[in-house]
């Protein structure tokens, strides 16, 4: 009876199957069994429940794999914005395009979060070292400086403007942490 249940030829079974069998949305390897390479254990995935992709499964072996393509990547080191064990903890943190310079919105991993604001913090005046909380260091407070008589506009940490005043008389108002 045609698409119903039948029968397969001894012969044919191994065809039958590759031909019936699901396969892997990372390797397009099918989802059976092979000794040395797959078990045969699989995680199945709706469509976009990672990303643009289509529903499917993926050998337990290519999850990783397929996870990394699929979660949004660190704006400054572009790995995965997933736990890696040794690598990263899977925590981030969220930025809004050009919240702290001319970069895209996404995700930063915790672990890159200092050099994330070195990169986009605005520069002290004075110091040149980024405008942003430093513990022990600088309290994130700062300075807007205008020039009186010439193009030197900007910020300058709360603890570095004695020096900067001293250097060269600028007209300040103090504002919160950046």
């Known amino acids: 009876k045609p698409g119903g249940p ?6 044919c079974h191994e065809a039958f199957r590759e031909r019936f069998a699901k396969k892997c949305l990372l390797c397009s390897g099918l ?18 429940q990672l990303g643009d992709h289509p529903t499917g499964s993926v050998h337990s072996e290519c999850d990783g794999g397929w996870r ?4 949004s990547k660190c704006l400054q080191c572009s790995g995965p914005v997933m736990p890696v064990e040794g690598t990263y903890s899977g925590e ?5 395009a ?42 994130g407070l700062y300075f807007t400086c205008q020039a009186l008589d010439g193009p030197l506009e900007g910020h300058v940490h709360e603890e ?15 504002n919160g942490g950046g």
């Open 98 to 139: 050009g919240q702290l310079g001319a970069h895209d919105g996404g995700e930063v991993h915790a672990e890159c979060h200092d050099a994330w604001q070195r990169r986009w913090a605005r520069k002290c005046l004075h110091c040149k070292e980024p405008i942003y909380k430093l513990d022990g260091i600088f309290s």
């Open 92 to 96: 981030y943190f969220p930025y809004e």
């Open 31 to 48: 989802i059976l069994p092979v000794p040395g390479r797959f078990s045969g254990r699989f995680f199945e995935y709706s469509a976009g």
């Open 68 to 71: 990394r393509c699929w979660v």
């Open 6 to 11: 039948g029968k397969v030829h001894l012969e």
């Open 160 to 174: 570095c403007y004695g020096a900067f005043q001293a250097a060269a008389g600028q007209k300040s108002s103090k």
